[in-house]
DNA sequence: GAACTTCCGTT
DNA sequence: GACGTACGGAAGTTCA
């Protein structure tokens, strides 16, 4: 939540200023963080320096300001403390500790580019509040960082003040509603209250008696302070005695808080920028290094200093069409109607709102079926525009799910029923009643369907179904629609959704999800705005709930029409969500005694190899723990300078320690105990995975229920939590073992795996039209042995192992952007001979080494790649001056559109598949899908015709250049169905 | 306790 | 000076 978007929205701006009290950050930095733990071998207190540093990169990192400047006290007093001698009496016995680390600060501000001001006989705050006047009569949106509530008067439309809750982190942008929300007085009437009700951080006393209700209370009973004094004598009661007690008090309060704005500082606003070429890396350098700050420290700092350089975030690529002024709409909440309690008036509601459609009558649950491509990818907005939103509640969690409530939206008007508990037990009264309700239900969705817009169709799904509902495919799906749009952004919920695309927020104070209430650390007492979120009823939630997927879809549709992408939602990614959510409700079927044994014999293993190497190391150090690692290796065995190394530290990965297991054969101690070590690894990860399995598995039907994300890979694939069944250890005879305990389940007899062959490859060859390639594929023979046959210039048959696994290594490679050096790494080759194969390669397959430069060049051109069926990736890293990131964006662009072909083809054959063993009036399923391969559980009697038809989908899901090759397995576990 | 790091499993 | 994509997840360590 950046105060500064907020406010983008409806003024033009110059900028941001970001003015900062730095004394008050510096003191919350002192006395949050332990000086123990910050400070210098030699005993210089960091923890000031370090905690201002890093609190405040993290506000540049959110808030973004361009201008920035840091307002310091001065030594020596000022105006107020002649006035009131007891003022800030607690802040100027700032420990010695503090006061010495603010020179520190201000110096590191000085490399940091920032500008600070001090003034003799003025305050921090003085200085603040002309800045922050200043900034606004400049035309900035001004944010003022500030622990101190006198800053509170600052604040307008245009000048927030960020003040910080319990957790620095969780800076309240303050702004005029909030603060009326909070002390039921505008800004400029604060300073009043606050002379009433004192400040006992500054020592400053108040009425006693009253706080800051009692005080907003007569401020707007009277007006302001020097018409309650007026009218003192009308209060009654021990208030206001204590008031006209403590007039002359109070008028001096009010006096000293009030802010001077006009202090002569000899700047200018516009000439506060810092940061960029303003930093002096030497020096900071330096500091950084004297005060023994790590690398990451200064990483980060210097990083969110450098400021500047922050790419305008992909936003919504249709945004242009769309225009700017739709994108800043408020949420407009659609009206709750209380008379839709039941199915027959839901459904009459819904008919009134939405009629049906002349022409197209109920019939309409368009899917892929819908053939007039053309016609649909234009008028999806249209369609969505006239749709009702369905959102169910509950817990989506396959074999766990749960329906809580129905909520449906349409034409602005709302309805919502909370679902009767389940009772999963056998009868009970109401059955005859729920059933009506559940008929009722069914028939509207399957008349509504195709008119229907969710957020994650998959999930709602699940939760109808627990409920005994079925919830034909939607017209569409906000979810799935974003994940199009932007692949490479992750919501977590509607929420972030709707306030990444549309830039919509709710009340600050309506934090999504996150619980934690966070209270202010107010000295003087209880607030009554503790519990805003519990006063929200669930229907208003929901509603909020409902706007938000409508505006999403309002955004999203038209986006989808202008990026060409509506078919690829509404032929690939809805229809194969329905296959997941199937998947998901099946389940995987383990044999439990299998597991278990598995699990047993590998801790046994791990065990094992743990005694041996701690023999070695004569010590029972924690094989798990790199630090300790690195300590007995690098350290104690004295042994070998290791090479590799990432952000400091030595490695103790796999491949360095059969590094060192070879350069120490003649050394039997460390030898022997890095054969001890990689063997626990291995086994102890296998034991890991197993027991990872056993914990997965659903009690109730013995099987394993994952959940297949549809939107979180980049590149189009799916993955798999909750367990993850798309790592289950396949590259080493061991570990493929587990594979063995994945068995057909009860009424099924056998598993079949169907993997594709080469896809990647394959889809090379298609796309770049290689005529060599293709003919490699079209010629059926073992293909990395004839590709090695037109690369080396020699027949098939004298093709030697080696030479057919270097080239199968270079094939697989190119679509990774794979560097001569890695692929010399991997195959252990000189990289002069690595080379050598790569130009040989590219010399045989000329179109392929085009096609991927084009891929490069096309993306850096359009600022995305795109797969065979329209899927985008966007990739800002192109442009970036930084090679490490522009050489990663490079590989991406290389990769993202083969992979990304190669997931779509995927999802098609498994729509196919999926269609085809349900037309067929078969038992048989599919369960699995490990990106190239899919595992089908199959029902007795019907393995040939389920064989025949899975192949038949996965092969002819597209047409190419080349074939599909697919390969199948069948046997009585998931190991055997290997092939 | 959250957030980050390191390691490692798959395609 | 680094050097193959895309992921999920466990365990240790550090932060606040």
Redesign the pocket.
């Known amino acids: 939540m950046t105060g500064a978007a907020q406010q983008a929205a409806t003024t033009t701006t110059r900028g941001t200023l970001l003015v900062v009290d730095g004394h008050s950050l510096a003191f919350r930095a002192f006395f949050?963080?332990p000086a123990e733990?910050f400070s210098t071998k030699d005993g210089r207190a960091t923890n000031a320096v370090w905690g201002f540093a890093?609190m405040l990169s993290q506000v540049l990192d959110s808030e973004k300001p361009d201008h920035l400047a840091v307002a310091f006290d001065m030594k020596g007093g000022t105006f107020r403390n002649q006035m009131l001698p007891q003022y800030k009496g607690t802040r100027e016995a700032a420990p010695q500790e503090l006061l010495d680390q603010l020179p520190v600060i201000q110096k590191m501000l000085a490399d940091l580019g920032v500008t600070y001001i001090e003034k003799q006989g003025f305050e921090g705050d003085d200085i603040i509040a002309t800045l922050a006047t200043m900034g606004e009569q400049a035309g900035y949106d001004t944010l003022v960082l500030s622990g101190d509530r006198d800053a509170f008067q600052l604040i307008t439309d245009r000048v927030t003040v960020l003040y910080p809750g319990h957790?620095?982190k969780d800076l309240k942008h303050m702004t005029p509603q909030a603060v009326e929300e909070k002390y039921h007085v505008s800004p400029s009437q604060y300073p009043d209250l606050a002379a009433l009700r004192g400040e006992t951080a500054d020592n400053i006393p108040g009425v006693p008696g009253v706080g800051d209700g009692f005080a907003a209370k007569w401020i707007n009973q009277f007006g302001g302070l020097e018409s309650i004094i007026e009218h003192a004598d009308e209060i009654k009661g021990k208030k206001g005695e204590a008031l006209r007690e403590s007039i002359d008090q109070v008028r001096l309060n009010r006096k000293v808080n009030a802010l001077l704005r006009d202090v002569d500082l000899g700047v200018d606003v516009d000439d506060l920028t810092f940061g960029g070429a303003g930093i002096d890396v030497d020096a900071i350098d330096k500091l950084f290094t004297d005060l023994e700050f790590?690398v990451?420290t200064k990483s980060k700092v210097l990083k969110s200093f450098n400021g500047g350089a922050r790419p305008a975030a992909s936003r919504a690529a249709g945004a242009d069409a769309a225009g700017k002024e739709d994108d800043d709409r408020a949420l407009t909440l659609p009206a709750l109607a209380d008379d839709v309690h039941d199915a027959a008036r839901l459904a009459a509601w819904l008919d009134a709102l939405m009629p049906a459609r002349s022409g197209k009558p109920s019939a309409d649950t368009a899917t892929a079926s819908d053939t007039s491509a053309d016609a649909e990818d234009t008028v999806l907005a249209d369609r969505v525009r006239a749709a009702a939103v369905l959102d169910v509640t509950g817990c989506a969690k396959p074999g766990r799910a749960r329906c809580d409530s129905i909520a449906l939206s349409a034409e602005g008007h709302a309805a919502m029923f909370a679902v009767p508990t389940a009772d999963d037990g056998a009868e009970d009264s109401g059955v005859k009643d729920n059933d009506a309700a559940h008929h009722g239900l069914q028939t509207i969705l399957d008349r509504y369907a195709g008119r229907i817009i969710v957020h994650g169709y998959k999930e709602q799904l699940h939760m109808l179904a627990a409920a005994g509902l079925t919830l034909p495919e939607p017209l569409f799906d906000t979810k799935l629609a974003g994940y199009l749009i932007d692949p490479d952004f992750h919501a977590e919920s509607v929420e972030q959704a709707a306030e990444h695309f549309l830039d919509i927020r709710q009340d600050d104070d309506e934090e999504p999800s996150q619980g934690q209430l966070d209270f202010d650390v107010d000295d003087d007492g209880a607030d009554a705005a503790a519990s805003q979120d519990a006063g929200k009823t669930d229907e208003s939630r929901e509603l909020t709930q409902l706007a938000m997927i409508r505006a999403l879809a309002d955004h999203l549709a038209p986006a989808l029409d202008g990026n060409h992408q509506s078919k690829l939602l509404r032929s690939i990614e809805l229809p194969v969500s329905r296959v997941l959510g199937g998947m998901e409700r099946a389940g995987a079927s383990v044999d439990m005694m299998r597991l278990t044994a598995m699990r047993d014999q590998f801790a046994t293993d791990a065990r094992e190899a743990q005694e041996t190497a701690w023999r070695y190391a004569g010590s029972r150090i924690?094989l798990?723990?790199?630090?300790?690692l690195q300590k007995v290796l690098f350290e104690d065995m004295g042994l070998k300078p290791t090479k590799k190394?990432?952000?400091?530290?030595y490695?103790?990965?796999?491949s360095a320690l059969q590094d060192l297991a070879l350069r120490t054969v003649d050394d039997e101690r460390a030898n022997g105990f890095l054969t001890a070590l990689l063997r626990h690894?291995?086994t102890n990860?296998l034991k890991?995975?197993v027991q990872?399995l056993i914990d997965a598995v659903n009690p109730q039907d013995g099987r394993i229920h994952t959940t297949f994300?549809q939107t979180?890979?980049?590149?189009g694939?799916l993955?798999?939590?909750?367990?993850?069944l798309?790592?289950?250890?396949?590259?080493?005879a061991e570990?493929r073992e587990i594979r063995s305990a994945f068995v057909p389940g009860d009424g099924y007899e056998s598993l079949l795996s169907c993997d594709y062959s080469q896809v990647e490859l394959r889809i090379m060859a298609d796309l770049s039209g290689d005529e060599a390639l293709i003919e490699a594929f079209r010629s059926g023979a073992d293909f990395h042995k004839y590709v090695a046959s037109l690369v080396y210039g020699v027949p098939v048959e004298e093709i030697t192992p080696d030479q057919r696994t270097h080239v199968k290594a270079m094939s697989?490679?190119l679509a990774?952007?794979?560097?001569t050096?890695?692929l010399a790494q991997?195959l252990k080759i000189r990289p002069g001979e690595a080379e050598k194969l790569k130009s040989q390669y590219f010399a045989t397959f000329g179109k392929v080494h085009d096609y991927l430069e084009s891929l490069v060049a096309d993306a850096r051109r359009d600022g995305y790649t795109e797969t065979m069926f329209g899927r985008r990736r966007y990739f800002p890293g192109l442009k970036s001056t930084n090679?490490?990131i522009r050489?990663?964006a490079e590989?991406?662009a290389l990769?993202?559109p083969i992979?990304g072909s190669a997931a779509d083809i995927m999802k098609i054959a498994m729509v196919r598949a999926g269609d085809a063993l349900a037309k067929a009036g078969l038992a048989s399923r599919i369960i699995l899908q490990?990106?190239?391969?899919l595992v089908v559980e199959v029902a007795h009697g019907e393995a040939e015709q389920v064989t025949q038809l899975v192949r038949d989908a996965m092969e002819h899901a597209v047409d190419l250049a080349v074939p599909l090759d697919v390969s199948t397995g069948l046997g009585s576990d998931w190991q055997l169905a290997a092939h």
Request: proline fraction near 4%.
């Open positions: 949050a963080l733990n890093t957790h620095f790590g990451r924690n798990q723990s790199p630090k300790q190394t990432k952000s400091g530290s490695t103790t990965n796999a690894r291995e990860k890991q995975i990872t994300e979180v890979a980049a590149t694939r993955s798999s939590v909750d367990p993850n798309q790592n289950i250890p396949n590259r080493n570990g697989y490679g990774y952007g794979l560097s050096y890695g991997q090679r490490n050489d990663a590989r991406g990769n993202a992979q490990i990106h190239d391969e």
